[in-house]
């Protein structure tokens, strides 16, 4: 096959799919191209699917995908230059938004929503700790003018949260990105915070738990106010709404106002809409989740403890953690302490070291440079960047967090562990759980060190050996961009590496045969140790009496060689040791053959091995990992079959 011009086959896909007025988004994932198109009969299937550059076409749940293989990246590229889209990015999270349950749905939807945002999240977080941290060392008073610009720039961010969600969640949802920009500002706008502080009006439901001042009315209806600041489901929901108001105003406005009176309809009802509407919502339902822990507290301090915990970061993300400020500090006015919503204090801690794990665990590139400063942030009470940037998307370490902290914070219950004043956050917090009237420490705070030694230990571990899957990935792709083969009408079956070592490509190893690919599609790695093992569990089908190549058959019907150097044949099996024979099934990562490096060196042989998939032909691509290292419990190669 002649070098792939990546310029020529986007111009043949966007020609065969419509042309570029016919898409409407463009994403891509580990081997596809996934388009969203106005209109799929104007697409020409056969024509992409005959072309010698593409696996095939598969049309499922809105989406029609053009699978290329292991360089789709560059194809992708290409498309995007040539139609000049704007706005596209990797696929996140596979085929999630395809189907699955309503939470997934939702994950999905915030994780594409943050996407674009997660860089400036995580190093505003960073710059937030760092601030913190150096006030806390009294390093730099917080009342000098250093201090409040340096607080000013990394704070900036998640006050001003809704504007940035606003214009990705537009970008989302195809409402104007402007228009987005202008809601969230409107939600986060200093008038609303003077009005919320006025002498009530009249008092909603009074007497009732969710009784609820009421400073303001709008068109004479009464205005709940809530804080809007560092929220994202109101902006969301909001840029929702907007979408469908604009369409609709788009429609039935004259073309010669449309350009101001669009913007300025859209803009108004939206916001009027979400003000009468998220207000009353958010408030509501904070008020009676905090009447709920409350009643819980009386009769069982370790469950208030569990619930607190475990829960607070769903109140974070749903914007219905602000009910319980009140109540902190009316515990530390009356009681001079507070024994309630501090067993909350385990979630950033335990945020961190799940992070941390991913961190450690994860070969994903994009996501390890997501994942340490987020842990940094965590840990300094800042949480949002590992929340939506790390184990949100990822699902899993998401609930692992919250099951830790609702362990940490059922040990606090337990101990009693109270806070005596406003506490900083992350590990500036510890020192207000410290009794002021003096004495020795005691149960009350040893029991919140307790609690985050467990919680932290707990998440760090579930997280580090269940919590991050380790399918293959590209640099810049999630897990679940490569599960997203598996799940929609092509089926992958991944192998670790035979052998730890340096990872060559195979073009470029010192073997024609081998570089051409016409043995089949592999990769080449340079060993660090003289064992090879089995990458798949599978029946041994072929092995050369020299011991110097091993061949295994797996399950689905892969044809695996493993080569152990070059020309590496004339030493007659002179360094080398089968551990297994014709017809054995093997188990992955069971020794298949041992040689000596030493021998191959100095013979004068190439000791490069070769890990390929013979009948290649047989499977629609075989997929290589970027990883630079190989080591034999990771993957290296995957088919898709």
């Not at 996934?34 to 598969?58: G, M, P, Q, Y």
């Not at 940490?408 to 207000?432: K, S």
């Amino acid at each position: 096959m002649a070098k792939k011009d990546y310029d020529a086959l986007a111009k043949f896909v966007l020609d065969h799919v419509g042309g570029t007025e016919n898409v409407v988004s463009l994403r891509h994932c580990v081997t596809r191209l996934r388009f969203k198109l106005k209109d799929e009969s104007r697409a020409d299937t056969e024509a992409l699917k005959n072309h010698e550059w593409i696996i095939d076409v598969i049309q499922k749940g809105g989406q029609y995908q053009v699978v290329i293989g292991n360089d789709v990246e560059d194809a992708f590229d290409a498309v995007m230059r040539l139609g000049k889209f704007a706005g596209a990015a990797e696929e996140v999270d596979g085929d999630a938004n395809e189907g699955g349950s309503l939470f997934d749905r939702l994950v999905d939807l915030i994780s594409s929503i943050f996407v674009p945002i997660l860089p400036l999240l995580a190093g505003s977080g960073v710059i937030k700790g760092i601030v913190a941290f150096v006030a806390a060392l009294g390093w730099l008073s917080t009342d000098s003018g250093t201090y409040q610009v340096l607080f000013a720039i990394g704070n900036a961010f998640f006050y001003f949260f809704p504007l940035f969600v606003g214009y990705t969640a537009a970008e989302k949802f195809g409402l104007n990105k402007f228009i987005g920009m202008a809601i969230g500002a409107s939600l986060v706008s200093p008038v609303f915070a003077t009005l919320q502080s006025g002498d009530p009006l009249f008092t909603l439901f009074e007497g009732t738990p969710i009784a609820t001042d009421v400073t303001t009315t709008l068109f004479g209806i009464p205005l709940l106010l809530v804080t809007y600041t560092s929220s994202v489901m109101p902006t969301i929901a909001a840029c929702y709404l907007g979408s469908k108001v604009e369409k609709c105003f788009k429609r039935i406005v004259p073309d010669v106002v449309r350009m101001f009176l669009v913007p300025s309809l859209t803009l108004v009802v939206t916001v009027v809409v979400t003000l009468l509407a998220v207000g009353p919502i958010v408030t509501w339902l904070s008020q009676l989740v905090a009447t709920g822990i409350m009643a819980v507290r009386s009769i069982s301090p370790v469950v208030t403890g569990m619930l607190v915990g475990g829960f607070w970061q769903v109140l974070v993300v749903f914007g219905l953690h602000h009910a319980f400020t009140p109540i902190q500090l009316n515990n530390l006015a009356t009681q001079g302490f507070e024994n309630v919503i501090d067993c909350m204090q385990c979630v950033p801690f335990t945020t961190m070291a799940v992070v941390l794990a991913v961190y450690l665990r994860t070969r994903d590139k994009r996501l390890k440079a997501i994942a340490l400063p987020a842990a940094i942030s965590s840990f300094f009470g800042v949480s949002e960047p590992s929340i939506y940037g790390v184990t949100l998307p990822l699902k899993r370490p998401f609930f692992f967090t919250l099951i830790c902290a609702s362990i940490g914070g059922g040990i606090m219950g337990f101990f009693n562990v109270a806070l005596y004043t406003q506490p900083g956050g992350g590990l500036f917090a510890i020192p207000a759980y410290i009794n002021p009237d003096g004495g020795p420490l005691d149960m009350t705070f040893y029991g919140l060190l307790i609690a985050l030694v467990v919680s932290m230990s707990l998440g760090f571990i579930l997280t580090f050996f269940f919590g991050v899957p380790k399918n293959i990935a590209a640099p810049g792709k999630s897990k679940a961009a490569s599960d997203a083969d598996a799940d929609d009408g092509i089926k992958q079956e991944v192998f670790v590496a035979p052998v730890a070592g340096d990872v060559v490509a195979l073009e470029d190893c010192d073997d024609e045969v081998f570089a051409s690919g016409s043995v089949g599609k592999g990769v080449a790695v340079k060993p660090s140790e003289g064992t090879i093992v089995a990458p798949a569990d599978g029946e041994v089908t072929m092995l050369f009496k020299t011991g110097h190549a091993v061949g295994i058959t797996t399950a689905s019907g892969a044809e695996l060689l493993i080569h152990i150097g070059i020309d590496t044949v004339q030493l007659d099996g002179r360094g080398f040791e089968a551990q297994v024979k014709m017809g054995d099934s093997v188990k992955q990562g069971q020794p298949l053959v041992t040689f000596d490096r030493d021998v191959l060196s100095s013979e004068g042989y190439d000791d490069t091995v070769i890990f390929l998939v013979s009948n290649s032909a047989s499977f629609q691509d075989v997929v290589r990992s970027q990883e630079t290292t190989a080591a034999t419990d990771r993957e290296l190669l995957a088919v898709l079959v």
